[in-house]
Each structure stands twice: as structure tokens, then as C-alpha cells.
């Protein structure tokens, strides 16, 4: 297997960080655009897709500025974050993506990110 490499995506939103904070990091917000059912308990987050499951853990956590996960399948170094950034030139929220993937699948990867954000700014009315 090859190694993976640290990818990162930016998405403008219109919405407050906190808000979107909540659906970034609480399992009511998760389940409204992530996942099928969101379940978290002693720091870790179920996630169930189509009676498929995966967890991941919380690494580390700021309010209203980001949340790293990291799927307890995978190795130590590799993680999924969440980060909130407000650009200084337009003020606008901005959401970043920080995933892992093979070098080959950093496009397929790329493309399933956009599909569930369009999901999430459906939900937020963005």
C-alpha cells in the first residue's frame, strides 16, 4: 500500500463559525449532512452509512475553530480535521478540509468532500 498524503480543500460559507461549528462537531450536526446516524461516547464519534460503520476519535478541539478526527482503523499520523478560518480580505467564514489519501485518490477523495459539503450548506441554507 502506498503511503498517503495530507490533502486540504477550502469552502466559502455564508454562516457563522459557530454555527457551523455545531454541525461540525456535535452528532445532531454531524447526522444532519455526514452520516446516516452519529453516536459519540467516551470521545469517539459512531458514524452508520447504509448499516456500515466507522468510528473516530477526537483528537483535538477548539469551539468555533476546529475539531481533528481521526478513524480508529487508520495509522497514528493520519487524521480528518475541520478547521473554521475567517478570510481577513472579505470576512467571509471560510470551512477547511484537512484529509488523508493516496496520491491517486486525492481527486476521488476531492469530489466525495464536495458532494457532502453541497449536502451541508444545503442544510445550512448556505
Same mark, same amino acid.
Given at each position: ?7 486540504? @480543500? ?9 454555527? @457551523?461549528?455545531? &454541525? ?5 450536526? @454531524? ?15 459512531? &458514524? ?14 477548539? +469551539? ?14 493520519? !487524521?480528518?480535521? !475541520? ?10 467564514? #471560510?470551512?477547511? #478540509?484537512? +484529509? ?18 453541497? +449536502? @451541508? &450548506?444545503?442544510? #445550512?441554507?448556505?
Amino acid at each position: 500500500m502506498s503511503k498517503k498524503v495530507q490533502y486540504e @480543500l477550502e469552502y466559502p460559507v455564508r454562516c457563522s463559525p459557530s454555527i @457551523l461549528y455545531e &454541525f461540525l462537531s456535535t452528532p445532531a450536526g @454531524l447526522q444532519e449532512w455526514f452520516a446516516d446516524k452519529v453516536d459519540f461516547r467516551d470521545n469517539v464519534f459512531s &458514524f452508520s452509512w447504509n448499516g456500515s460503520a466507522e468510528e473516530a476519535e477526537v483528537l483535538e478541539q477548539e +469551539d468555533d475553530e476546529y475539531i481533528r478526527l481521526r478513524w480508529l482503523h487508520a495509522p497514528k499520523n493520519e !487524521f480528518f480535521e !475541520f478547521r473554521i478560518q475567517i478570510s481577513e480580505v472579505t470576512n467571509m467564514t #471560510i470551512l477547511v #478540509i484537512r +484529509d488523508f489519501a493516496e496520491k491517486k485518490e486525492v481527486a476521488d477523495q476531492s469530489q466525495l468532500w464536495d458532494y457532502q459539503i453541497k +449536502d @451541508l &450548506f444545503h442544510r #445550512i441554507g448556505n
